[in-house]
C-alpha cells in the first residue's frame, strides 16, 4: 500500500451507518471528525487497521489507535455508553499495545447494551482527518468484519512532502475553457472533480503553483480563459487524478455558470443630474421609491486571543459545518424554486467554506493561541487580498464571495446575537456592498430596492436581484454615506439614477408610474387565467418554459396553459451520477401531475457546448457549440437515449406527453430516434403513439423544415440557439450580447422559412426561445406563423395581455416589413411604431 493511502476495514459484522446518520449530533454534525458507524451484529470491536492503542478509555467503551502514518481513530462502542461505566465491557488490548488489522479490541454485551437502553451503533471517527481526508467510503450495506470501508489520504494531499513521498505521479497540461478563467465556480468544480481522488495536485502557472484542491490558491493563481497551466499529481491514483483535472479545467463552463455577464441594460446614467441625484450603474432595473436604511453586517467584536486551540479549534469546526448546513440548505430550496444561477452561486460558496488552504492558515493561527474567529478573519481576508492584488477584475469581484463565507462563519461564531438589521416596510437597502448570504437572510418583502456605493453589474447580487425582479443599482460612489438613513428616495434603476432629494413633483410622478406598471402587471394577473385571442379571433397557445415541477406549478397558477419546454438536462444539473431511470420517471411524471391535466413537452437530453453535466464528463472541443451536443450526443450514446425514452413512456396519461429533439439538422436523426422511439415503446408494451417534435435551432433546419415537418409532429424554434448561429455570435460571449438580436432580419428570415415549412405539411410552429418572452417580438411572431408561445413563467400574464391587443392581418402586415429590414434595431423601431403602448414595456 503506499504511504499516501490507508485503507480502513470493517471494524466489526453489522450495517454501516453513514456518520451524519449516527443520532447523536456531536457525531452526525462531525464535531469530533469524519468517519462512519455499524450497527453490530455482535459483540466485538476490531482494529480497522495497524496501529497502537494510544488512549484506552477508563470505562472501556472506546479507544484511540494510532497509524504509523499518523492518522488518529477514535473508536466508540454504542452511544452515552459511558454512563454504564464499564459494566458489559472487557478490554482486550492494553494503552500502548500495538495491534494488527483485525485484531480485537474490545469485546461488549450487547444484551447488557439493550438491557440497559443504550444503542450500540459504533463509530469510527477520523480525529485528525483535515490532514487525512476521506478519499472513498463504502455504501451503506451489511459488512464483515474486514471488508473495506474507508480509503483515506494518510498525508496532507497539497504537500510538497505528499508529492515527495508518492509512488506514482503524473503531468500534463490544459487549456483552461471556462469563460473568465478559474473564478470562483470553475474552481470549485475542480475542487470538487478531484474528490475521489487521493493523489495531491498542484496547478502551475507563470512560476506560481497551487493546491487544486483549494479553490482560493487556485483563484490566487489568476488563470485566465485559454491559459495553458501545467498539472502536477502524485500519489496513487495520479494518472487518474491528472485526467480528472484536466477534464475539469478543459470543460467549458455553462452559460448559467459562466461569469455573470452584465445584463444589456447595464449603463451608467448619461441625463444630466439634478442637485440630490447619485448616477450609478444598472444591476437589475425597475423603478422604486422607498425609505433609505442602512444594511449592517453586524458580527460583534473579535477578540484576537483563544481560549484554548482545542476549544477554539472546535468553535471553528462548528461554525463551519453550521455555514456548510445553511448553504446546502440555500442549494435545495434554490433548486427546488428552480433558480439555477442562485443554487450556483451557493454551490460555489460550498466549496470556498470547505477550502483546505483556508481552513489551514486559520487553524495555523488557532494553533499560536488566537481564537477561531481572529483566525478565519486572518485568514479569509489575505486570501481577499490575494485576490484583489491580482489585478483581475472578476477574480477580484470574486473576493466578495469569499467575504461572503467570512462573514457567515463569523457570524455563527458571535452566535445569534450577531442578528441581521430589522428593516423598515419598503426599505431601500444602502451599503457599501452586499454579499449573496446577506441577501437571501433579508425580508424580501421589505426590500423595495438595493443601491450599493461598490460592486458592479456582474456581482451575484446583481444576478440574484434580477432573478427576483429588485431594482438595484450598484457603484454609486462614497457619496453614498451622505444619503440619510430614513430619508425618502427614489431608485430608478431603468436609467442608473438614485434621487436623494425628490421634488413633492417627481414623487408624485413616480407613484403614478409605478402604479400605473403595478396596475398593467395586476390586470394581465386577474386575466392570466383566461386564454389569449388576438382581436381578430386567432388562439394563440401560451406555454410554459420549466425546470422542474415547482416551476410547472407556478407556471399553472400564472396561466400557462401547457408546458412547451421542460429542460430534462436542468433536472440533473446538481448530482454526481447520472439519474436513474426510475428516478427520471418520477421526475416527469411530477411534472405532468403539477399541470392537473395539461401537456408537455419533454425535450431530451441537451447537454454539450454551453450546458455541462459532472457526471457525464465531456472530451474537450475545440469549438464544443458546434460540437457533440444535443441529440448528436444522445444519438452516439444511445444508452442515454434509451434510458430518457424509457422513463418518459412510463408517465400516466402518456397522452399530457409530448417529446421533442434539440439541436437537430437534418431528416435522418429524426428517424435515426422515431426507430428507438418505437423500439423502446415495443418493448414496453406501449401501443400509444407519442408525437414527436423537434427544435429548430440551427439553421439547417430552418432551411430544411419542409423536409423534417414530414416526419416531426411539430416544430418548437430555439432563438437562443438559432439566433447564434445565425449570426455567428456566441451566445456566452458578453461583449457580442447586446448585438445577440433574435428579431434580426437574417433570424426572421430563417423563422419564416420554417413556418412555411411547418404549414406545408399541416404542423405547427410554435416558439420556446427567450424571444417568446419578450412583448415586443410577439406581433412579429405571430405575423410569421407561430401559434404557440412558450415563454418564463413570469411573463405569461403579460404575453396573453399583448396577444390579445393585437390582430394577425396587422401582424403579418409587420412581419413582411420586418423581413425586409437590415437591422434587428430597425425591427425593433417598426414594432414600437405599430404598437406604440409597446414600447414602455419592453424599455
Ligand atoms: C433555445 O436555444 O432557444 C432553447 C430554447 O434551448 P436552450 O436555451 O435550452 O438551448
Ligand atoms: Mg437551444
Redesign the pocket.
Known amino acids: 500500500m503506499s504511504d499516501l493511502h490507508l485503507t480502513l476495514a470493517a471494524f466489526a459484522n453489522g450495517r454501516v451507518v453513514p456518520i451524519e446518520a449516527v443520532p447523536d449530533p456531536v457525531f452526525a454534525g462531525r464535531l469530533l471528525g469524519d468517519g462512519v458507524a455499524i450497527d453490530p451484529a455482535d459483540g466485538v470491536l476490531r482494529a480497522p487497521c495497524d496501529g497502537r492503542v494510544v488512549l484506552l478509555h477508563a470505562c472501556q467503551h472506546a479507544c484511540t489507535l494510532e497509524t504509523a502514518q499518523g492518522v488518529r481513530l477514535l473508536l466508540h462502542v454504542g452511544l452515552d455508553t459511558v454512563l454504564l461505566k464499564g459494566e458489559g465491557f472487557v478490554a482486550r488490548v492494553a494503552e500502548g499495545e500495538r495491534v494488527r488489522a483485525g485484531q480485537a479490541l474490545i469485546e461488549f454485551d450487547l444484551a447488557v447494551l439493550a438491557r440497559r437502553g443504550k444503542p450500540a451503533l459504533t463509530m469510527l471517527v477520523i480525529e485528525n482527518g483535515d490532514l487525512h481526508p476521506v478519499a472513498w467510503r463504502a455504501e451503506a450495506r451489511t459488512v464483515a468484519s474486514g471488508d473495506p470501508l474507508l480509503k483515506l489520504v494518510a498525508a496532507d494531499a497539497g504537500t510538497q512532502a505528499a508529492a515527495a513521498v508518492s509512488d506514482e505521479s503524473a503531468e500534463g497540461w490544459a487549456v483552461v475553457r471556462h469563460a473568465g478563467g478559474l473564478h470562483a465556480r470553475p474552481s470549485a468544480l475542480l475542487a470538487h472533480a478531484l474528490k475521489p481522488h487521493a493523489a495531491a495536485v498542484e496547478l502551475h502557472l507563470g512560476g506560481k503553483r497551487a493546491n487544486a484542491r483549494s479553490a482560493t490558491a487556485v483563484m490566487g493563481l489568476a488563470v485566465a480563459e485559454n491559459d495553458e497551466v501545467r498539472i502536477s499529481a502524485s500519489g496513487p491514483d495520479a494518472g487518474d487524478a491528472l485526467e480528472a483535472a484536466i477534464t475539469a479545467l478543459e470543460t467549458v463552463s455553462a452559460a448559467a455558470h459562466a461569469p455573470a455577464q452584465p445584463p444589456a441594460t447595464a449603463r451608467v446614467a448619461v441625463r444630466s443630474l439634478a442637485p440630490g441625484q447619485l448616477a450609478g450603474v444598472v444591476a437589475s432595473p425597475g423603478l422604486a421609491l422607498g425609505v433609505g436604511a442602512r444594511f449592517d453586517h453586524a458580527i460583534g467584536e473579535i477578540r484576537e486571543s483563544g481560549e484554548g486551540e482545542v476549544l477554539e479549534r472546535r468553535a471553528l469546526e462548528a461554525a463551519l459545518h453550521a455555514v456548510v448546513g445553511d448553504i446546502e440548505a440555500a442549494v435545495a430550496e434554490a433548486r427546488r424554486r428552480g433558480l439555477t444561477d442562485q443554487a450556483d452561486i451557493f454551490s460555489a460558496h460550498h466549496a470556498l467554506a470547505e477550502d483546505p488552504s483556508l481552513v489551514a492558515q486559520a487553524d495555523a493561527l488557532i494553533a499560536a493561541g488566537k481564537s477561531a474567529a481572529f483566525a478565519w478573519r486572518t485568514a479569509a481576508e489575505a486570501q481577499c487580498q490575494a485576490l484583489v492584488a491580482t489585478g483581475n477584475p472578476l477574480l477580484a469581484g470574486r473576493a466578495n464571495d469569499l467575504r461572503d463565507i467570512e462573514r457567515q462563519v463569523l457570524r455563527k461564531l458571535a452566535g445569534d446575537a450577531a442578528a441581521l438589521p430589522q428593516l423598515p416596510p419598503n426599505a431601500v437597502l444602502f451599503a457599501d456592498d452586499l454579499v449573496p448570504s446577506d441577501f437571501a437572510a433579508l425580508e424580501r418583502a421589505h426590500v423595495a430596492a438595493i443601491v450599493t456605493s461598490q460592486g458592479g453589474p456582474t456581482s451575484h447580487v446583481a444576478i440574484l436581484a434580477r432573478a427576483q425582479g429588485i431594482p438595484a443599482l450598484v457603484a454609486i460612489g462614497p457619496q453614498l454615506a451622505e444619503v440619510a438613513a430614513g430619508s425618502v428616495v427614489i431608485v430608478d434603476a431603468d436609467n442608473g439614477v438614485l434621487d436623494s432629494r425628490p421634488t413633492p413633483e417627481s414623487l408624485a410622478a413616480t407613484r403614478a408610474e409605478i402604479e400605473r406598471r403595478g396596475a398593467a402587471r395586476a390586470q394581465a394577473l386577474t386575466q392570466a387565467g383566461a386564454s389569449a385571442v388576438t382581436t381578430d379571433g386567432v388562439r394563440i397557445e401560451v406555454a410554459a418554459?420549466i425546470a422542474n415541477a415547482a416551476d410547472a406549478r407556478e407556471a399553472v397558477r400564472l396561466g400557462a396553459e401547457a408546458v412547451g419546454?421542460l429542460?430534462t438536462e436542468l433536472l440533473f444539473l446538481d448530482r454526481d451520477t447520472a439519474p436513474t431511470e426510475a428516478e427520471q420517471r418520477a421526475d416527469y411524471q411530477a411534472v405532468v401531475d403539477a399541470l392537473e391535466g395539461r401537456s408537455a413537452i419533454i425535450r431530451t437530453l441537451?447537454v454539450g457546448a454551453d450546458k455541462s453535466l459532472a457526471y457525464l464528463p465531456m472530451p474537450a472541443e475545440e469549438n464544443p457549440a458546434l460540437g457533440l451536443r444535443g441529440i448528436r450526443l444522445c444519438l452516439a450514446r444511445e444508452a442515454l437515449l434509451v434510458e430518457q425514452l424509457r422513463a418518459i413512456l412510463a408517465v400516466r396519461p402518456l397522452s399530457a406527453v409530448k417529446i421533442m429533439l434539440?439541436m437537430v439538422s437534418d431528416l435522418a436523426e429524426i428517424a435515426a430516434t422515431r426507430e428507438v422511439l418505437d423500439r423502446v415503446a415495443r418493448e414496453m408494451g406501449v401501443t400509444e403513439r407519442v408525437e414527436l417534435g423537434v427544435?429548430i435551432?440551427t439553421p439547417a433546419a430552418a432551411v430544411l423544415a419542409d423536409q423534417l415537418a414530414q416526419q416531426a409532429d411539430f416544430f418548437s424554434v430555439?432563438?437562443?440557439?438559432?439566433t447564434q448561429y445565425a449570426l455567428c455570435m456566441d451566445r456566452v460571449n458578453p461583449a457580442l450580447a447586446a448585438r445577440l438580436d433574435g428579431l434580426h432580419p437574417a433570424v426572421l428570415r430563417l423563422m419564416a422559412q420554417a413556418a412555411e415549412g411547418a404549414a406545408r405539411h399541416g404542423k405547427w410552429l410554435g416558439v420556446?426561445?427567450?424571444m417568446a418572452s419578450d412583448p415586443l417580438a410577439v406581433p412579429l411572431l405571430i405575423g410569421l406563423g407561430v401559434t404557440e408561445l412558450s415563454a418564463s413563467p413570469a411573463v405569461i400574464p403579460e404575453i396573453k395581455a399583448v396577444v390579445r391587443r393585437i390582430g394577425l392581418a396587422e401582424c403579418r402586415a409587420a412581419a413582411q416589413a420586418a423581413l425586409q429590414l437590415s437591422s434587428a434595431e430597425a425591427v425593433r423601431a417598426l414594432v414600437k411604431q405599430t404598437w406604440p403602448w409597446l414600447a414602455p414595456a419592453a424599455a
Open positions: 418554459n419546454l429542460r441537451d434539440p427544435m435551432e430555439g432563438t437562443n440557439d438559432l420556446c426561445g427567450a
